[in-house]
């Protein structure tokens, strides 16, 4: 309080008058708007702000005439198509942001009789990161502890099956979260779905420096 009664009072700042242009901003996302944000602010930005990537995560996906599914040629006459722009998060981050966001909608599956493919990725590992250096101490009764690995999956209730250095340890479904203590050294971390869809991850459990 002290800080601001040193400041002078004088009136807010003026808005500048040149070297600023309007911007289309997504404003779900906050970047700039594409052609599929539904809904759009326009914002006074440098003009260096038009150069900002476009929002990544607004999609136009084709359902079938009740929206229940998305659907393609091959299974739907694009005549009876409903065209919706639809707000598309990677597998980690919707997994995080629906856990604060309850209105967010998942991706629809695809009709049964549509030979589609799924919008981008179905499944990611959210941990171990990429090549990660794990530490996991002792404990109490001198042994090794367990690492906490976990990933998710777009679509609810999918059985996801745990290998690791192509050794299979189990399958989770609902929560993809398992307990497990590798021996030290490099290992390679592989899940796979019940449709055959494999990611993979290698890290490295290291001692303690002494």
Not at 61 to 69: T, V, Y
Not at 107 to 136: H, T, W
Not at 142 to 154: D, M, P, Q, V
Request: aromatic share 12%.
């Amino acid at each position: 309080f002290d800080i601001f009664r040193l400041l002078p009072n004088v009136k807010w700042f003026r808005r500048p008058e040149y070297n600023y242009t309007y911007v289309p901003v997504c404003r779900q996302t906050g970047f700039r708007a594409n052609i599929d944000c539904p809904d759009i602010d326009t914002l006074f930005m440098p003009p260096n702000a038009g150069r900002s990537p476009l929002c990544p995560y607004h999609k136009i996906i084709h359902l079938d005439p009740k929206g229940d599914f998305q659907v393609t040629e091959d299974c739907e006459n694009p005549v009876n198509m409903i065209h919706k722009s639809w707000f598309i998060l990677p597998p980690t981050m919707e997994y995080y942001y629906k856990q604060h966001n309850h209105d967010y909608i998942s991706l629809p599956p695809f009709m049964g009789n549509c030979n589609g493919s799924a919008s981008g990725r179905q499944m990611e590992i959210i941990y171990p990161q990429v090549d990660a250096k794990i530490y996991v101490p002792l404990e109490i009764n001198g042994e090794r502890g367990r690492s906490i690995f976990s990933a998710t999956h777009k679509q609810k209730n999918v059985k996801i099956f745990w290998s690791l250095d192509d050794t299979f340890i189990q399958s989770t479904q609902g929560i993809h979260q398992i307990g497990i203590s590798p021996s030290t050294g490099k290992h390679l971390l592989t899940l796979t779905d019940e449709k055959g869809i494999s990611v993979s991850r290698s890290f490295q459990i290291i001692e303690k420096e002494k």
